[in-house]
Structure formats: structure tokens, C-alpha cells
């Protein structure tokens, strides 16, 4: 049973444009929610991770949106590159199964010059 | 930064043979690693829960004989795959988490793909 609902499955985007990928959640008990980056024949990279008590989070070009009582929170990518072409993952974590990840399904973002 | 390092990153060995896959938390101490497995093009699915000096704990339907997993330092945890056979082909990505810190990030190694003829 997938935890975290992921989507759109796939993106382009030009480059120089906002790349938006949205995940959902239904677990309340979710605290931890981080988004991963991975290039094939690689393992996923921390991008960048937000807890409930905060709205956003922003690190560079990369942007967190989270909407507690929605359930939902999305990646924002400004003025994509394309490097920024990967696979992005979004993930939920709560306390009492050790804090071990529950990963989206994945969307491939592909970012054209 | 943590770096969990993952041996070997590839693999092929025959049906019925055994394979073993090493991670090490190389600059940090992990209580616990967590083992991913992932089909081309999919998500991460959780197999199981390394914990040091302890079992592991495996996640529903993953067969606890066949994936063997030992944790037996706070660097090291290994996987191994026993009496592979063709379906068992994926690729397998450890995390680790640091020592003590309970919601810290996780942190994973670059995968090993395993390749059963």
C-alpha cells in the first residue's frame, strides 16, 4: 500500500522554468517529510526536508510547500536546469517504525535546453 | 558530509548461489540502516530494519532466509542474498541514519545491482 501518493508521474520542463511536483499523505503520524534526488545507476540524494510546524522551506533553488491540514506537500524548482533531469522522490517518516522512509512512486523530470 | 558506501555496486552471479552486499557509514557511527529495493523505473520499497547488535526487522512479505541481514558494528551492515535466483535481479540501496539522532537525515549509498542468470 503506497503511504505517499506522488504525481505527475513525468515533467518537462523548459529550462529556466518552475518544475512542481506534488505529494499527499494520509498517515497524521508522518513527521518528516524530505525529498530525494536520484540519477540512474545511483542511490537517492537528500535535496531538501521540511517537519509540519513550518509552511516552506527554501534552499537555494529548491522550494517546500506543506499544507498540514491538507495532507499535502510539494517540490518547487526555480529556474530549472537541465542537470536538475532526475528522478525526484518524495518521502514520509514517522516516529515509531524508526523513522524509516516511505517513498512516493517517483516522477522523472526532464529538463530541455 | 555522512557517506554510507556500498560494496560491490554491481554484481552477476548464477541461480542458487549466495551474494553478499556490504554498506558502511564511512565518517559516522549508524545504530541504524535501513535495506531498499528498487525495479527499474520504481519507487524504493523497504525490506527490512538493521538495527546493531540486534535482528533485523523485515518488512511484510519479505522472506527473513533469504535476505539475510547482519548488523554487527555501528559502521557496517551486510546483506545477503541466499540461493538467488533470476526475480531476485534489482537493484539494492542501504541507508544509515546517525547514532543518536533518531530524525536525523537518512542517508544512502550509491546501490549495488544484482544481476542473477
Known amino acids: 500500500q503506497q503511504q505517499v501518493k506522488q504525481s505527475p508521474q513525468s515533467l518537462i520542463v523548459q529550462k529556466g522554468g518552475i518544475s512542481i511536483i506534488n505529494c499527499a499523505y494520509e498517515?497524521?503520524?508522518?513527521?518528516?517529510f524530505p525529498w530525494y534526488q536520484q540519477f540512474p545507476g545511483k542511490g537517492p540524494a537528500l535535496l531538501i526536508a521540511?517537519?509540519?510546524?513550518?509552511s516552506e522551506k527554501k534552499e537555494g533553488r529548491f522550494t517546500i510547500s506543506f499544507n498540514k491540514s491538507a495532507k499535502q506537500f510539494s517540490l518547487h524548482i526555480m529556474d530549472s536546469q537541465p542537470g536538475d533531469s532526475a528522478t525526484y522522490f518524495c518521502a514520509a517518516s514517522k516516529p515509531n517504525s524508526g523513522y524509516a522512509l516511505n517513498f512516493g512512486k517517483g516522477t522523472s523530470l526532464l529538463v530541455t535546453p | 558530509g555522512a557517506v554510507v558506501s556500498q560494496h560491490p555496486s554491481w554484481v552477476i552471479c548464477k541461480s542458487g548461489t549466495s551474494v553478499k552486499i556490504e554498506c558502511r557509514s564511512l565518517d559516522f557511527q549508524a545504530t541504524t540502516m535501513f535495506w531498499y529495493r528498487q525495479f527499474p523505473k520504481q519507487s524504493l520499497m523497504l525490506m527490512a530494519t538493521?538495527?546493531?547488535?540486534?535482528?533485523?526487522?523485515?518488512e511484510q512479505g519479505v522472506e527473513k532466509d533469504k535476505f539475510l541481514i547482519n548488523h554487527a558494528s555501528l559502521t557496517l551492515s551486510t546483506l545477503t542474498v541466499t540461493s538467488a535466483h533470476p526475480e531476485d535481479s534489482s537493484f539494492y540501496i542501504c541507508s544509515a541514519r546517525l547514532v543518536g539522532y533518531q530524525n536525523s537525515p537518512l542517508h544512502f549509498g550509491n546501490g549495488t545491482r544484482l544481476t542473477v542468470t
Open positions: 498517515n497524521t503520524a508522518f513527521d518528516y
Open positions: 538493521s538495527n546493531e547488535g540486534s535482528k533485523a526487522t523485515y
Open positions: 521540511i517537519r509540519p510546524d513550518v
